[in-house]
């Protein structure tokens, strides 16, 4: 069963990685709504819908033959990835220090946070041919744009975020409710200047008292590693950098028809008392992780958006 990150660190008990495990939940909101699954082995595998081969049926008179037609599924196998970070203390520091602050927590904090911050990365912009497992972008490619993308510029040139477009991305996710608009700050900022204008500002709070903006009851959750530089050609998203250009990603999450995360073991540690080279202690932290697409209509992505003032 997918759980996400703030109900693992309920469940155990080992104090470092509830540590851990909070540092990275607090690093960015997307960390603390995607739902992870435990993965035996080194891989996952899944079947998903392929959308142009469903099922048939029919409609049949008394004594008619039936004729049976199964719908036809494409697997898919994801590679899990290895992320790891690591910390020497120094135990000088560490032992005529204590009084201050406790060095160690704060080396295992800064490793932790600095994870977050490239499975954030890898998470939009991820390529498991070259860097980690496939992002967003990678995953919206492969669904093929005609599908699963709404393009706000032409060109290479980008356009501000139209409300249609955004309702249309929405529209695209049919694999059930979406549970978060996913944008960067500067496109949220600009959003929100014109909903305040036209008297839609709508907010709510989550169950840990966040107040969040919504759009058609969907949340609106910022990410600083969506970058405002992406570049766009023949309007499509091209690149991380090279332009002036963001994206928005509607997403539904869920094990068996959504966006999930992917871990085996969860969140790892290992510790190294005394080094042989220096007077310190090590701390390794390490996490088997990747993400699956369990349906091609449970993300959308909304490209070339500029920085400007969104409209109707």
Not at 75 to 90: C, F, H, N, R, V
Not at 224 to 233: G, K, L, N, P
Request: proline residues 2%.
């Amino acid at each position: 069963m997918a759980r996400t990150l703030a109900q693992a660190q309920e469940l155990t008990q080992d104090m470092l990685v509830k540590g851990v495990i909070e540092e990275l939940i607090k690093t960015e909101e997307i960390l603390r709504l995607l739902p992870f699954k435990g993965v035996v082995g080194s891989a996952y595998a899944y079947n998903r819908e392929d959308e142009d081969n469903p099922p048939s049926v029919g409609w049949y008179n008394v004594g008619d033959t039936l004729v049976e037609s199964t719908g036809q599924t494409e697997q898919i196998t994801t590679a899990l990835k290895i992320l790891i970070g690591q910390a020497d203390t120094d135990l000088f520091v560490e032992q005529t220090m204590s009084n201050i602050n406790e060095q160690h927590a704060l080396d295992v904090q800064m490793v932790a946070k600095a994870m977050a911050h490239e499975f954030l990365d890898v998470v939009v912009y991820g390529d498991e041919d070259s860097d980690g497992f496939d992002g967003l972008h990678v995953l919206c490619d492969d669904i093929g744009t005609a599908n699963c993308t709404v393009n706000e510029g032409a060109g290479t040139t980008p356009a501000a975020l139209s409300l249609a477009h955004l309702d249309e991305a929405i529209d695209m996710v049919t694999a059930g409710k979406p549970d978060v608009i996913l944008c960067n700050k500067t496109v949220r900022r600009r959003l929100t200047q014109y909903l305040r204008t036209v008297g839609s500002y709508l907010t709510e709070r989550d169950e840990y008292g966040n107040l969040w903006m919504v759009w058609q009851g969907i949340p609106i959750v910022a990410s600083d590693w969506i970058v405002q530089t992406e570049a766009i050609s023949g309007g499509d998203y091209s690149a991380k950098t090279g332009g002036t250009g963001s994206s928005i990603f509607v997403i539904k999450f869920g094990e068996r028809d959504g966006l999930v995360g992917l871990e085996n073991g969860g969140i790892q540690y290992e510790t190294f008392d005394k080094l042989e080279s220096k007077d310190a202690m090590r701390t390794r932290l390490k996490w088997y992780v990747g993400m699956a697409l369990h349906s091609t209509k449970s993300i959308a992505r909304i490209d070339g958006i500029s920085d400007a003032v969104a409209t109707s």
